[in-house]
DNA sequence: CGAAATTTTGATCCAGTTCAATCCATGTGG
DNA sequence: CCACATGGATTGAACTGGATCAAAATTTCG
């Protein structure tokens, strides 16, 4: 399974170099791709799951459905992102993660991987940057549904979901198309859905954003950064020994 | 610096088994104990910092400071717990730690942790394992956050922070003396400190705990568990090969 | 013992939910 | 190519859960 030009090459090349025999050791433990549709789970909450699927292309979201009906998403997947981490690090998931659109993604089993990790020590470093990085996303969020407001949450949610597009080359310099739908984005933020909508509204209606449909054009950069405080988290490179 | 006792030592051999040689190489990269006062910085926001910190006895907050003046807190250090994950994956550090008690931990600079994993593999996953864990905690930290009522996140604090002590065994079965203010509790769980208390109030009301000063009982902890809808992650062993 | 921190209570108010209804785009089969 | 179905976006009105602000009561600690 080769993976020239998979958007996860790109996304752990910028975290540690890899020779080509290292990415080829990688390739070596890689089924085939495979790929399912909207709306197909490819987590089921309360299964046992253990892979490591790198996402090519599509939309996803990792999720918890509680009790009372309502739900909240955790993670928007996009391409370069790993789903089954760290689903795979436990007995049983806590969360299910369904795709919002085609989507198509390489796998390799868990075991595969961490075999690879005995034999050559890096990629278990590589593993815990993918890891540290996701706590550090998860960490972003707590902070936005705890102690911001409606505004600054969305603010937030796009200029990083554009920051994201854009590091795997799906997005402008200032605009991008939104693979999800204001449910989505509402369950995301903590928000109802008429809220979302009408603090959209206000985005556009101070100048911040532009939108039509799921077109989004960061109309004011500067100023959407300002309003929701967003700082950039620079993962510093793996030390290589 | 020996390590025998240490509570770092109990977590990690509940995920991983390690042989007496390998608790070495780890006591190796260790400098000696250090401890800090109540209200000491152990990071600052925007700093750098590239050691991890092994808490041996005492409690700490891992918090953002938003320019509005509000506080969250995105996670409660307990013994056993390890500060500089996953700050010291990054350029700086996006968040504060700060000692809510005396404190006393074990340091060992990033570096020779990582050089340790090059040597032996198996600490490299051990380090994946716990990133895995924080990224867990947060998670479930973000659904409270989202989509639960006050008092299903309250339960769910209380229980959370029961279990964790417990494990490193400074709780009894269903007790035991909670190391956090109200205003603490409040800023964790995206609340004020005026309804923060009425929801413990009602929390007493209902029968599900009993307290006087900071002494928790879980008189019925079934009942809490079925309000916060708890569900026990436990991480698989790692696989050895 | 006095100062500071923490917990508790009360009164007011508004942001955001809830529950509908409507509008709009897209796609589908006859 | 139209009639209809479906999913998503938008709007409106009413209600309410928590926030806010302020003060008092209580505990902790120097």
């Not at 928007?76 to 369904?98: E, K, Q, T």
């Not at 979901?161 to 200032?174: C, M």
């Amino acid at each position: 399974m080769p993976l020239t030009g998979h958007p996860i090459v790109t996304r752990l090349t910028r975290v540690m170099g890899l020779k080509a025999a290292e990415i080829e050791s990688l390739a070596a433990i890689f089924e085939r791709d495979l790929s399912v549709k909207k709306r197909e789970e490819l987590i089921v909450h309360g299964s046992e799951f253990r892979s490591l699927c790198f996402v090519k292309a599509g939309y996803a979201i990792r999720y918890r459905l509680l009790r009372s009906g309502k739900r909240q998403i955790l993670k928007l997947i996009l391409p370069g992102d790993v789903v089954g981490l760290p689903v795979s690090f436990f007995d049983r998931s806590g969360y299910a993660v369904v795709a919002v659109s085609e989507l198509t993604y390489a796998v390799c089993p868990f075991a595969s991987y961490v075999r690879l990790c005995y034999e050559q020590p890096k990629f278990g470093l590589v593993l815990s940057w993918l890891a540290a990085e996701e706590a550090a996303t998860y960490a972003e969020h707590i902070v936005n549904l705890g102690r911001r407001t409606p505004i600054e949450r969305l603010a937030q949610l796009l200029l990083d979901t554009h920051a994201r597009l854009l590091a795997v080359g799906l997005a402008g310099e200032a605009s991008f198309n939104l693979p999800f739908s204001q449910e989505i984005m509402a369950d995301a933020l903590g928000l109802s859905v008429p809220h979302l909508n009408r603090v959209m509204q206000q985005l556009r209606a101070e100048h911040l954003v532009t939108s039509n449909a799921r077109l989004i054009d960061l109309t004011d950069l500067a100023g959407l950064r300002r309003l929701a405080q967003y700082q950039s988290t620079d993962l510093a490179p793996i030390p290589v020994f």
